[in-house]
Protein backbone atom coordinates (compact mmCIF):
# COMPACT_ATOMS: atom_id res chain seq x y z
CA UNK A 1 0.00 0.00 0.00
CA UNK A 2 1.17 3.31 -1.19
CA UNK A 3 0.09 6.38 1.35
CA UNK A 4 0.39 9.97 0.06
CA UNK A 5 2.59 12.28 2.70
CA UNK A 6 -0.79 13.45 4.06
CA UNK A 7 -2.04 10.19 4.70
CA UNK A 8 1.35 9.47 5.90
CA UNK A 9 1.53 12.10 8.55
CA UNK A 10 -2.32 11.27 9.48
CA UNK A 11 -0.87 7.83 10.30
CA UNK A 12 1.97 8.84 12.66
CA UNK A 13 -0.43 11.08 14.65
CA UNK A 14 -2.56 8.68 15.19
CA UNK A 15 -0.12 6.35 16.32
CA UNK A 16 1.50 9.04 18.96
CA UNK A 17 -1.81 9.53 20.15
CA UNK A 18 -2.32 6.13 20.62
CA UNK A 19 1.50 5.94 22.57
CA UNK A 20 0.54 8.85 24.68
CA UNK A 21 -2.57 7.52 25.73
CA UNK A 22 -1.28 4.65 26.87
CA UNK A 23 1.17 6.38 28.35
CA UNK A 24 -1.38 8.49 30.20
CA UNK A 25 -3.37 5.24 31.46
CA UNK A 26 -0.03 3.66 32.97
CA UNK A 27 0.69 6.91 34.58
CA UNK A 28 -3.29 7.43 36.12
CA UNK A 29 -4.58 4.32 36.58
CA UNK A 30 -1.52 1.24 37.40
CA UNK A 31 1.61 3.88 38.39
CA UNK A 32 1.40 7.26 39.29
CA UNK A 33 4.32 7.15 41.59
CA UNK A 34 6.42 6.43 38.97
CA UNK A 35 5.72 9.66 36.85
CA UNK A 36 5.76 11.40 40.80
CA UNK A 37 2.12 11.78 40.85
CA UNK A 38 0.03 12.06 44.21
CA UNK A 39 -3.80 11.53 42.63
CA UNK A 40 -6.46 12.63 45.05
CA UNK A 41 -8.57 9.96 46.69
CA UNK A 42 -11.22 10.24 43.23
CA UNK A 43 -8.14 9.89 40.73
CA UNK A 44 -7.59 13.60 39.83
CA UNK A 45 -4.14 15.51 39.47
CA UNK A 46 -3.48 18.82 37.35
CA UNK A 47 -2.43 18.43 33.68
CA UNK A 48 0.47 20.32 34.51
CA UNK A 49 1.65 17.76 36.88
CA UNK A 50 0.79 14.84 34.57
CA UNK A 51 2.72 16.71 31.54
CA UNK A 52 5.51 17.28 33.80
CA UNK A 53 6.05 13.30 34.92
CA UNK A 54 5.62 11.94 31.76
CA UNK A 55 8.38 14.46 30.25
CA UNK A 56 10.70 13.56 32.96
CA UNK A 57 10.72 9.73 33.12
CA UNK A 58 9.48 8.88 29.55
CA UNK A 59 12.06 9.00 26.69
CA UNK A 60 10.94 10.99 23.54
CA UNK A 61 8.10 13.39 25.58
CA UNK A 62 10.75 16.41 26.41
CA UNK A 63 9.05 18.88 24.50
CA UNK A 64 5.49 17.67 25.75
CA UNK A 65 2.74 20.38 27.00
CA UNK A 66 -0.76 20.56 28.38
CA UNK A 67 -2.44 20.81 25.24
CA UNK A 68 -1.00 17.57 23.60
CA UNK A 69 -2.61 16.02 26.65
CA UNK A 70 -5.86 17.81 26.37
CA UNK A 71 -5.66 17.17 22.46
CA UNK A 72 -5.55 13.21 22.99
CA UNK A 73 -8.44 13.27 24.90
CA UNK A 74 -10.70 15.20 22.94
CA UNK A 75 -9.37 13.32 20.25
CA UNK A 76 -10.29 9.73 21.76
CA UNK A 77 -13.02 7.64 19.87
CA UNK A 78 -13.33 5.37 22.94
CA UNK A 79 -13.05 7.52 26.27
CA UNK A 80 -10.28 6.65 28.65
CA UNK A 81 -10.03 9.92 30.58
CA UNK A 82 -11.31 12.81 31.69
CA UNK A 83 -10.35 16.78 31.94
CA UNK A 84 -12.03 19.12 34.43
CA UNK A 85 -10.74 22.51 35.71
CA UNK A 86 -7.24 21.89 34.62
CA UNK A 87 -7.50 18.20 36.08
CA UNK A 88 -7.40 14.81 34.21
CA UNK A 89 -8.61 11.46 35.56
CA UNK A 90 -8.53 8.09 34.22
CA UNK A 91 -12.73 6.94 33.71
CA UNK A 92 -11.73 3.20 34.50
CA UNK A 93 -9.44 0.64 34.65
CA UNK A 94 -7.50 1.13 37.85
CA UNK A 95 -5.46 -1.14 39.63
CA UNK A 96 -4.39 1.81 41.90
CA UNK A 97 -6.82 1.69 44.95
CA UNK A 98 -9.28 5.07 44.36
CA UNK A 99 -11.81 6.12 46.61
CA UNK A 100 -14.37 7.34 42.86
CA UNK A 101 -17.80 8.96 42.88
CA UNK A 102 -19.21 6.25 41.59
CA UNK A 103 -22.92 5.87 42.34
CA UNK A 104 -24.70 2.21 41.34
CA UNK A 105 -26.96 2.81 38.82
CA UNK A 106 -29.53 0.78 36.92
CA UNK A 107 -27.37 -1.00 33.91
CA UNK A 108 -28.81 -2.08 30.02
CA UNK A 109 -30.51 -5.18 29.95
CA UNK A 110 -27.33 -6.92 28.57
CA UNK A 111 -23.83 -6.15 29.28
CA UNK A 112 -21.09 -8.03 27.39
CA UNK A 113 -17.42 -8.94 28.64
CA UNK A 114 -14.46 -11.20 26.29
CA UNK A 115 -11.89 -12.43 27.78
CA UNK A 116 -9.32 -15.80 26.89
CA UNK A 117 -11.08 -18.99 26.20
CA UNK A 118 -8.73 -20.30 28.55
CA UNK A 119 -10.42 -18.92 31.19
CA UNK A 120 -13.88 -20.31 31.15
CA UNK A 121 -13.83 -23.09 32.82
CA UNK A 122 -13.03 -21.15 35.87
CA UNK A 123 -15.59 -17.95 35.25
CA UNK A 124 -18.48 -20.78 34.52
CA UNK A 125 -17.87 -22.03 38.30
CA UNK A 126 -16.70 -18.97 39.55
CA UNK A 127 -17.86 -15.84 37.74
CA UNK A 128 -16.42 -12.78 36.81
CA UNK A 129 -13.56 -11.65 39.32
CA UNK A 130 -12.00 -8.13 38.86
CA UNK A 131 -8.50 -9.59 39.55
CA UNK A 132 -5.88 -7.25 39.63
CA UNK A 133 -8.40 -4.13 38.75
CA UNK A 134 -10.94 -2.15 41.42
CA UNK A 135 -13.69 -3.52 38.95
CA UNK A 136 -15.08 -5.80 36.43
CA UNK A 137 -15.24 -3.94 33.30
CA UNK A 138 -18.46 -4.77 31.46
CA UNK A 139 -19.25 -3.11 27.89
CA UNK A 140 -22.39 -2.15 25.87
CA UNK A 141 -21.83 -3.43 23.14
CA UNK A 142 -20.38 -6.76 21.98
CA UNK A 143 -18.01 -4.89 19.68
CA UNK A 144 -16.14 -2.82 21.98
CA UNK A 145 -16.07 -5.66 24.64
CA UNK A 146 -13.97 -8.16 21.23
CA UNK A 147 -11.83 -4.89 20.59
CA UNK A 148 -10.50 -5.04 24.46
CA UNK A 149 -9.56 -9.05 24.52
CA UNK A 150 -8.02 -9.01 21.03
CA UNK A 151 -5.07 -6.69 22.53
CA UNK A 152 -4.20 -9.04 25.15
CA UNK A 153 -5.18 -12.74 24.00
CA UNK A 154 -5.21 -14.66 20.78
CA UNK A 155 -7.66 -17.24 21.43
CA UNK A 156 -11.25 -14.75 23.26
CA UNK A 157 -14.46 -15.97 24.11
CA UNK A 158 -17.52 -13.20 23.98
CA UNK A 159 -19.94 -13.68 27.51
CA UNK A 160 -23.05 -12.06 27.45
CA UNK A 161 -24.49 -10.82 30.95
CA UNK A 162 -27.67 -10.73 32.32
CA UNK A 163 -27.65 -7.46 33.58
CA UNK A 164 -31.29 -7.22 34.65
CA UNK A 165 -31.47 -10.07 36.41
CA UNK A 166 -28.27 -9.55 38.39
CA UNK A 167 -29.20 -5.97 39.15
CA UNK A 168 -32.89 -7.28 40.70
CA UNK A 169 -31.02 -9.66 42.31
CA UNK A 170 -28.56 -6.97 44.29
CA UNK A 171 -25.81 -7.08 42.25
CA UNK A 172 -24.18 -3.32 42.14
CA UNK A 173 -23.38 -1.90 38.76
CA UNK A 174 -21.29 1.61 38.10
CA UNK A 175 -21.17 3.78 35.32
CA UNK A 176 -18.73 6.78 34.63
CA UNK A 177 -18.39 6.48 30.77
CA UNK A 178 -21.60 7.92 29.16
CA UNK A 179 -23.01 4.43 29.26
CA UNK A 180 -19.99 2.55 27.24
CA UNK A 181 -18.44 0.94 30.00
CA UNK A 182 -20.23 -0.83 33.14
CA UNK A 183 -18.45 -1.56 36.21
CA UNK A 184 -19.09 -4.52 38.82
CA UNK A 185 -16.92 -6.00 41.76
CA UNK A 186 -17.92 -9.56 40.93
CA UNK A 187 -21.08 -11.25 38.53
CA UNK A 188 -21.68 -14.58 39.71
CA UNK A 189 -21.99 -17.63 36.73
CA UNK A 190 -25.83 -17.67 36.98
CA UNK A 191 -26.10 -14.56 35.16
CA UNK A 192 -23.30 -15.19 32.43
CA UNK A 193 -23.81 -17.05 29.14
CA UNK A 194 -22.14 -17.30 25.81
CA UNK A 195 -24.38 -15.29 23.13
CA UNK A 196 -25.57 -16.92 20.51
CA UNK A 197 -24.99 -15.16 16.85
CA UNK A 198 -27.76 -14.60 14.41
Known sequence: M???YSQKLKVI????????????SHALRHRPEDYNLKLSDDGW?????LVKGIRD???GYSNLVDQDIIDVVAK???KRHQISSGRIRALHGHSV??????????????????TAQKYLKEIKVNGLNRMRRNY??????????????????KRIVLLQIDATMASEDGILFYNNDENLTWLCDHVPSKYISIPIEG
Not at 45 to 49: A, F, G, L, M, R
Not at 99 to 114: C, E, R, T, Y
Open 2 to 4: VLL
Open 13 to 24: SIMQNENLSKIM
Open 45 to 49: VSIDE
Open 57 to 59: KVS
Open 76 to 78: AIK
Open 97 to 114: EIGGDNMSAIPPGKLFHA
Open 136 to 153: VHLSTHKQGAIEVAEKKY
